[in-house]
């Protein structure tokens, strides 16, 4: 099964506001990415958080990680209508080598 | 630096024939990852390959897949007797290492190759 999970699956918001998207996970983590991709497009990578950090912050991008709960946080503030696009969540687990993704939440930013 | 370029961008086949996808990895990138995409789906891990040996395929189907990357020339996917349920978009990662822990990077993707099986 699929280690990262996203919630909301798709969420829709008016320009300007705040998008908060959400990612749980199972198993013991080296680190957590978070994704980008445009429809019909390749992934572009955002940010990437260790495990043994806390929050990080990129842009209008904060993200946040919590290993207790296994789950991180995407926030995008002030979102734009360019932000439109879906957004995944990887992890590299620990002993692994592969960076497993979620289904991703698909964000629609209305002008 | 061109990134990862994968070709074809999209492909059509019929049931039967073979698929044959193409990687190059961002140059210096000795790591690459191949990830099928069903439409509406996350990314699914198929096979993981430095130059010449397969790291782990655990993801990759026993039958009709393969992957190889020679130490000259790009990473191939190859998919034989392709069925309808092949149809999707297959990304290509590279990566600088294996261990990103100690680097603020993830992936490098490319724009993937979209087959269609008719």
């Known amino acids: 099964s699929q280690q990262g999970e996203e919630d909301p699956q798709a969420l829709s918001i008016q320009e300007g506001e705040n998008a908060t998207m959400n990612c749980s996970y199972k198993?013991?983590?080296?680190?957590l990415q978070w994704y980008r991709q445009n429809s019909g497009r390749g992934l572009v990578h955002l940010i990437l958080?260790?495990?043994?950090?806390r929050e990080k912050h990129s842009g209008r991008l904060r993200v946040t990680l919590d290993t207790s709960k296994k789950s991180s946080s995407l926030l995008i503030t002030a979102s734009r209508a360019a932000d439109t696009a879906s957004y995944f969540c990887a992890t590299d687990n620990t002993g692994g080598f592969k960076t497993i993704f979620g289904a991703g939440t698909r964000l629609f930013v209305k002008a | 630096n061109a990134g990862v370029m994968q070709n074809p961008r999209h492909l059509v086949r019929r049931r039967g024939q073979e698929a044959r996808l193409r990687c190059s990895p961002m140059?210096?990138?000795?790591?690459v990852y191949w990830y099928r995409q069903l439409p509406e789906e996350g990314l699914k891990f198929m096979v993981y390959l430095q130059k010449e040996n397969i790291i782990d395929e655990s993801g990759m189907p026993k039958e009709r897949f393969s992957a190889e990357f020679p130490k000259e020339g790009p990473s191939i996917l190859r998919i034989q007797q392709v069925v309808r349920g092949d149809s999707a978009a297959y990304f290509c990662?590279?990566?600088?290492?294996?261990?990103?822990?100690?680097?603020?990077?993830?992936?490098?993707f490319g724009s993937g190759t979209r087959l269609t099986v008719v």
């Open positions: 140059k210096g990138h000795s790591h």
């Open positions: 990662a590279s990566s600088l290492t294996l261990d990103r822990g100690g680097m603020d990077y993830g992936y490098t």
């Open positions: 198993t013991s983590i080296n680190n």
């Open positions: 958080i260790r495990s043994n950090e």
